[in-house]
């Protein structure tokens, strides 16, 4: 029987530590596409008919609420505009932050970051809310802010100047001559 050498070993033991490592990388045991349900609602009751464009920086994507779609993951914020046709109803949202996903911290504890990275550029590691409840408002019903009031500002205070009188000199009494 022939016994392995060491650098036999050595190359076995670190492909085996490889494919562990990356056993914990969301991008191979998770997904870059995630299903959300997008709802919207106008004074505390559900809209339905509304046409919502998604959108990050890998795609975009267009939905009816209520629906579900599937969309591409990323660690950009999504961007979410509905419209209701027929209806004075808009909302935009643009800050619809990604969380970390439990795949992440695998990668970062396993391949010591290196998978963290990977997952970062595919999305992978990240994950947007399940359900998406965007709140429609009618533009005309939102009181416009109050437009500035121009205050003239008072006139300059202008220090008040004592004038006082000329007089003329007075001669001088004539001289005394004792």
Not at 18 to 23: A, D, K, T
Not at 30 to 50: H, K, W, Y
Not at 58 to 80: A, H, N
Request: with cysteine; hydrophobic share 40%; aromatic share 6%.
């Amino acid at each position: 029987m022939r016994v392995p050498s060491s650098a036999a070993l050595a190359a076995f033991a670190a492909r085996t530590l490889l494919l562990f490592g990356l056993g914990g990388c969301a991008t191979l045991t998770g997904n870059t596409d995630q299903m959300v349900l997008v709802q919207t609602i106008q004074d505390n009751r559900e809209l339905t008919g509304a046409g919502c464009i998604l959108s990050n920086d890998v795609g975009k994507w267009f939905v009816t609420t209520p629906g579900r779609i599937t969309i591409r993951k990323s660690q950009e914020p999504l961007k979410v505009d509905c419209r209701k046709h027929g209806s004075p109803a808009i909302a935009t949202d643009d800050h619809i932050d990604p969380k970390l996903n439990g795949s992440v911290w695998g990668n970062v504890i396993l391949t010591l970051g290196v998978g963290y990275f990977v997952d970062r550029n595919t999305g992978a590691g990240f994950d947007y809310p399940s359900i998406l409840t965007i709140v429609m408002q009618d533009p005309a019903r939102l009181a416009p802010p109050p437009a500035p009031i121009a205050v003239k500002p008072p006139p300059a205070a202008v220090p008040e100047t004592v004038v006082q009188p000329k007089v003329a000199p007075s001669p001088l009494p004539n001289p005394v001559v004792y």
